[in-house]
């Protein structure tokens, strides 16, 4: 698999990131390719410990029952989204990939980037489960993007 942590890994996730325009379209899903930005860097600096988010306990539950499943799996088209990371505002297209695309190179840095070993939906979080959660989500949304 590939890896966040990985300086060649990571160039290759923003070069697809910089393969986008604001006229990009979804292959599927209701997000636009602002709005998308906006959603992977929040939740990328999760990890850096700079976005705090409040789980209730069902949902800290069903967060660690599901975690390893999720982690080796594919993303699936149209998963629900946790309202903290939903964005409907329109957002200017160059800021937010800029944002996006510096913090995502902050993962090259290695594991000593994560800040969060508990992650308040996933539970304990190893780097290798970082690299699952960060490669697959990120992934997942440049795929809808067709990049």
């Not at 660690?64 to 594919?74: A, I, T």
Request: glycine share 4%; with cysteine; proline share 4%.
């Amino acid at each position: 698999m590939s890896s966040i942590y990985n300086k060649a890994d990571n160039d290759l996730i923003i070069t697809r990131i910089k393969q986008l325009t604001p006229e990009s379209k979804p292959l599927w899903g209701k997000m636009t390719v602002d709005q998308m930005f906006k959603h992977c860097n929040e939740a990328i600096i999760v990890a850096f410990g700079e976005n705090e988010i409040k789980v209730n306990f069902f949902l800290r539950l069903l967060g660690r029952m599901l975690k390893n499943k999720v982690l080796n799996s594919e993303f699936q088209r149209n998963s629900p989204t946790a309202k903290e990371f939903v964005f409907t505002e329109q957002y200017d297209f160059e800021e937010a990939q800029k944002e996006f695309i510096s913090n995502f190179a902050r993962f090259a840095q290695g594991p000593e980037a994560i800040q969060l070993k508990v992650h308040p939906f996933w539970g304990p979080m190893s780097d290798e489960d970082w690299n699952k959660l960060m490669w697959n989500h990120i992934d997942h949304h440049l795929r809808q993007f067709g990049v």
